[in-house]
T-cell receptor, first 113, second 115 residues
């Protein structure tokens, strides 16, 4: 079956530091890949997505590139802000069967001033 | 425009009681999903509705869980004879599903606590 593995947190950074959250996946064929974010007390929001190999998703300064050869979709941001503190979920939808999301366990990011 | 809404936002119940959770998807979205977010299990898929097709119930953890979607819009998730391990945040999502694998938009969730 499909699965997503992401680095455990919490990840603690100072403001303006560089962020990487690793995500790797197992799936047949070419899944669609997503990063969702959950801010404290709020629901899940789509951050970015990529639907085919070598695509780069980007939003709010965050980027992730779909790497088929390494089955990875690592999330990066060049300079984090305190307001980026949240839980980040990597997820995929497989390319066969029903289009349900398979999530990683989430990575909490804490950014201090 | 209006997003996915869920009610109630919080629900406290006693073990053994039945509960109903409601989801109103984004207008025009044909696909509707229920997920569960718990400390031990992370985010898990429960059930998926697409148009008039038979729902995918493969994620339901037991026969105490059921869901229906009336008129292709509002959905209700019912948990019968609740157990303490049912305590979690229940999330609903919808998508346009016009080409498959479309973005799913999530509601704020219902936080269920079973005492």
């Amino acid at each position: 079956g499909n699965s997503v593995t992401q680095m455990e947190g919490p990840v603690t950074l100072s403001e303006e530091a560089f962020l990487t959250i690793n995500c790797t996946y197992t799936a047949t064929g070419y899944p669609s890949l997503f990063w969702y974010v959950q801010y404290p007390g709020e629901g899940l929001q789509l951050l970015l997505k990529a639907t085919k190999a070598d695509d780069k998703g980007s939003n709010k300064g965050f980027e992730a590139t779909y790497r088929k050869e390494t089955t990875s979709f690592h999330l990066e941001k060049g300079s984090v802000q305190v307001s980026d503190s949240a839980v980040y979920f990597c997820a995929l939808i497989g390319n066969s069967g029903y289009s349900t999301l398979t999530f990683g366990k989430g990575t909490m990011l804490l950014v201090s001033p | 425009g209006a997003g996915v809404s869920q009610s109630p936002s919080n629900k406290v119940t006693e073990k053994g009681k039945d509960v109903e959770l409601r989801c109103d998807p984004i207008s025009g979205h044909t696909a509707l999903y229920w997920y569960r977010q718990s400390l031990g299990q992370g985010l898990e898929f429960l059930i998926y509705f697409q148009g008039n097709s038979a729902p995918d119930k493969s994620g339901l953890p037991s026969d105490r869980f059921s869901a229906e979607r009336t008129g292709g819009s509002v959905s209700t998730l019912t948990i019968q004879r609740t157990q303490q391990e049912d305590s979690a945040v229940y999330l609903c999502a919808s998508s346009s599903e016009s080409r498959g694998r479309e973005t799913q938009y999530f509601g704020p969730g219902t936080r269920l606590l079973v005492l």
